[in-house]
């Protein structure tokens, strides 16, 4: 089974300043895919940046990039120019894309980091 | 206009007595996902669909029930709630397998008393 950890249970950072989002997965596929989606408060989750494991080069969401390092199974985020909006907790997730297999589709959350942005 | 919609937001109900929460969605996507999410956790998926095809977690409780009449609506049913399982219930729908987006719905605030 595939597992996602976010070793960060709470983050800060200081207005237009930067910060990185750790997280790491655990699988034996070769492929598939990786998100990083924010739920703000009283909010629902929404997408922020998604990764091919078949791409090598990384995600680039205008502020937000990924730090992807295959071999290691790494997955980072950084966030550029942090703003107040970005405040939220912020999830890592891996979906299989064994076709065929039991796990196909699935969709596995970390336990998730929460950013808190200072003015 | 809300792609991903929970009924109710808010849902009480006795310990033992059955509920049902309801999804919807005005997307057309094939996989619908269930997730609990218990106070500041990672969202645990529960099962999903894609399109009639059901695939059950295994460590889903049998208490967790779902159905999927349709391509737009998809049902939680809870047999016999217990105190354990006041979560915050997240439903998702995803066009395909792959690399697209999963939208999210609100979520229904389960309390059970």
Same mark, same amino acid.
């Given at each position: 089974?595939?597992?996602?950890?976010?070793?960060?249970?709470?983050?800060?950072?200081?207005?237009?300043?930067?910060?990185?989002?750790?997280?790491?997965?655990?699988?034996?596929?070769?492929?598939?895919?990786?998100?990083?989606?924010?739920?703000?408060?009283?909010? $629902?989750?929404?997408?922020?940046?998604? $990764?091919?494991?078949?791409?090598?080069?990384?995600?680039?969401?205008?502020?937000?990039?990924?730090?992807?390092?295959?071999?290691?199974?790494?997955?980072? =985020?950084?966030?550029?120019? *942090?703003?107040?909006?970005?405040?939220?907790?912020?999830?890592?997730?891996?979906?299989?894309?064994?076709?065929?297999?039991? *796990?196909?589709?699935? =969709?596995?959350?970390?336990?998730?980091?929460? =950013?808190?942005?200072?003015? | /206009?809300?792609?991903?919609? +929970?009924?109710?937001?808010?849902?009480?109900?006795?310990?033992?007595?059955?509920?049902?929460?309801?999804?919807?969605?005005?997307?057309?996507?094939?996989?619908?996902?269930?997730? +609990?999410?218990?106070?500041? +956790?990672?969202?645990?998926?529960?099962?999903?669909?894609?399109?009639?095809?059901?695939?059950?977690?295994?460590?889903?409780? /049998?208490?967790?029930?779902?159905?999927?009449?349709?391509?737009?609506?998809?049902?939680?049913?809870?047999?016999?709630?217990?105190?354990?399982?006041?979560?915050?219930?997240?439903?998702?729908?995803?066009?395909?397998?792959?690399?697209?987006?999963?939208?999210?719905?609100?979520?229904?605030?389960?309390?059970?008393?």
């Amino acid at each position: 089974a595939q597992t996602v950890t976010q070793s960060q249970p709470e983050m800060s950072v200081q207005e237009a300043e930067t910060v990185t989002l750790s997280c790491t997965y655990d699988t034996s596929e070769s492929d598939y895919y990786l998100f990083w989606y924010k739920q703000p408060p009283s909010r $629902q989750m929404i997408l922020v940046i998604r $990764q091919e494991a078949y791409k090598q080069q990384n995600a680039t969401e205008n502020r937000f990039s990924v730090n992807f390092q295959k071999a290691a199974k790494s997955f980072s =985020l950084k966030i550029s120019d *942090s703003q107040l909006g970005d405040a939220a907790m912020y999830f890592c997730a891996y979906r299989s894309a064994g076709a065929g297999g039991t *796990s196909y589709g699935k =969709l596995t959350f970390g336990q998730g980091t929460i =950013l808190t942005v200072h003015p | /206009d809300a792609m991903v919609i +929970q009924n109710p937001r808010y849902q009480v109900t006795q310990f033992g007595k059955p509920v049902t929460l309801s999804c919807s969605q005005t997307l057309n996507h094939n996989v619908m996902y269930w997730y +609990q999410q218990k106070s500041s +956790q990672a969202p645990k998926l529960l099962f999903h669909y894609y399109d009639k095809d059901f695939n059950n977690e295994a460590d889903t409780p /049998d208490n967790f029930q779902s159905r999927r009449p349709n391509t737009s609506f998809c049902f939680l049913d809870i047999r016999s709630p217990g105190l354990g399982d006041a979560a915050m219930y997240l439903c998702a729908t995803s066009r395909d397998r792959g690399i697209s987006e999963a939208f999210f719905g609100q979520g229904t605030r389960l309390t059970v008393v």
